[in-house]
């Protein structure tokens, strides 16, 4: 989850890291981006996404085992 964190945030530290944590544990990873990178580095900041994102990929199929050996010919 990508979340821009603006000046509405300013003394929700705590609640924020609950909400984080609580996300965390069924899966999700919350990436806090600073209004103003949005604004003022948009490039950086889909570059930093699109790394994320590619770290998490899983680097096997989701479904299924590989195949055995021969299998397929």
Do not use: C, N, Y
Request: net charge negative; no cysteine.
């Amino acid at each position: 989850m990508v979340e821009v964190d603006g000046g509405s945030h300013e003394g929700r530290s705590d609640w924020d890291r609950r909400r984080d944590d609580a996300l965390l544990q069924v899966g999700l990873k919350t990436l806090r981006i600073p209004a103003v990178d949005v604004r003022d580095h948009l490039p950086e900041v889909l570059d930093f996404i699109i790394r994320e994102l590619q770290a998490a990929a899983p680097t096997r199929p989701l479904r299924g085992h590989p195949p055995r050996s021969g299998e397929g010919d």
